[in-house]
């Protein structure tokens, strides 16, 4: 199963599948809208906010997603897994400027 994937920043749309973290599923499809670091949620450059969608997540490092931050939403794209289509918003450090 592919979920859809919109980052509201970029305009850009990408498929992920089941099992597939976003942000890797993103680099495959070769899109950048959201940062790509380590991928393995140590640096933090990926932060995103799901704006909609249901996702389920690995352990984040409390030094870039604080668990007030977590309720809220916000997440490290290289450690959630879709489980519907999601709009996201991206917060990370690089993002492209308008
Ligand atoms: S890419 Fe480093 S925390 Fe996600």
Redesign the pocket.
């Known amino acids: 199963m592919t979920f859809k994937v919109l980052i509201e920043n970029t305009d850009e749309v990408f498929g992920c599948s089941e099992g597939q973290h976003i942000?890797s599923a993103m680099a495959k499809m070769g899109k950048k809208g959201i940062p790509?670091?380590?991928?393995?949620?140590?640096?933090?450059?990926?932060k995103v906010k799901i704006n909609q969608g249901a996702f389920s997540s690995k352990k984040m490092s409390r030094a870039?997603v604080s668990a007030d931050e977590e309720k809220a939403g916000y997440a490290?794209?290289?450690?959630i897994f879709p489980e519907t289509d999601i709009t996201l918003h991206v917060i990370g450090k690089l993002q492209k400027r308008f």
Do not use: F, I, P, Q
């Open positions: 942000l790509s670091g380590c991928h393995g949620g140590g640096c933090g450059v990926c870039h490290l794209a290289c450690r």
